[in-house]
């Protein structure tokens, strides 16, 4: 009886948790792909690969030398970058960008190329530290240009 009473608790638990999560916009809505391009040096990108995969993502990780091709081909703007570029369907998704910005660029489908949360700033998913400030996140057309997508 006592067992059956531990296993009821732990399901409820585990299924508050997973509601809890898709009310919350916590996590995607089903199971995403995403190519994650890193430089093979980088610590804090090895940080944000758990956070995606944790948020629902399917993640394909590819170290390079250098990604700044990859940037280049996919026309992140230079004043945005940051130091790893995920693609995530037909977006580029730049730096430590929050799961709240990524569910609205896959929620809303903007016409635009990307999203961009420049620099590492403190606090941000896979960067270490308390977050210091707010981030502002950037729309990045297909040009090139750049407007304000959200701050959180």
Known sequence: MKKILII???IAIIGAYFLQSS???NTVSTKTDAVMYKSSYCGCCENYMPYLKTKGFNLDVKDMQDISPIKR???V???LESCHTTVIGNYFVEG???IEAVNKL???KPDIAGIALPGMPSGSPGMPGSKTEKWKIYAVNHDG???EFMTL
Do not use: F, R
Request: glycine fraction near 4%; proline fraction near 10%.
């Open 96 to 98: 430590h960008m929050p």
């Open 106 to 108: 896959l929620e809303e």
């Open 23 to 25: 009310i919350t916009g």
């Open 8 to 10: 009821t608790v732990l």
């Open 77 to 79: 703007p230079s004043a």
């Open 145 to 147: 240009t750049y407007s």
């Open 73 to 75: 081909q996919l026309k």
